[in-house]
């Protein structure tokens, strides 16, 4: 299967400050080590960037800015979204589909909402996916800790069977691409 890597929404906002998601430098870390392996086997890398009207995600303002330390390249292919779903009213579809691409990696932020919301879409589209297990995270809610809910995430989507493409769980250092 052709591979593609999506890192998702792995901008300042959400990796400094009030709203940085838990471990976001070793996130960071895993997912450079993803891309490194992508890369050295010419698989496609799409950054992806969400936008509001509000200031935090404002385009162009600090907080939407990609976080320091993340490896992107000119290169790579940049996709701006403004819902949760990474697919929905961009040209990511487009994007895949013009690669050949039939199988997705995903890892980025957050593991309840852009990361979840995208990955049940790519299976809905037909797209197995590898999800990197300890590549994504989020920030603490009312009920859990960020830890349990990325955990959640990981199980909760490694048990969906209903699209006939699966979510197969695995730690950034399992990852590999065939050159």
């Not at 901008?11 to 400050?17: F, N, V």
């Not at 979204?81 to 487009?94: E, V």
């Amino acid at each position: 299967m052709t591979p593609a890597v999506l890192v998702i929404d792995v901008q300042r906002a959400l990796c400094e400050g009030q709203f940085a998601a838990f471990e976001a430098d070793r996130v960071i870390a895993r997912i450079n080590e993803v891309l490194a392996k992508a890369r050295a086997a010419s698989v496609p890398i799409v950054v992806i960037q969400h936008e509001s009207q509000d200031n935090l995600f404002k385009y162009g303002t600090d907080g939407w800015m990609l976080a320091e330390g993340l490896q992107v390249l000119p290169s790579d292919i940049y996709i701006r979204k403004t819902a949760t779903d990474s697919f929905h009213k961009t040209d990511l579809q487009a994007v895949l589909q013009a690669s050949r691409i039939e199988e997705l990696i995903i890892c980025g932020l957050q593991s309840d909402f852009c990361v979840d919301t995208t990955t049940r879409r790519a299976l809905g589209l037909g797209y197995p996916v590898i999800l990197v297990s300890d590549a994504h995270s989020t920030t603490d809610n009312e009920v859990l800790t960020a830890a349990q809910i990325s955990k959640h995430h990981n199980v909760t989507l490694a048990n969906i069977t209903s699209f006939g493409p699966r979510v197969i769980l695995k730690l950034a250092s399992q990852v590999q691409f065939s050159p």
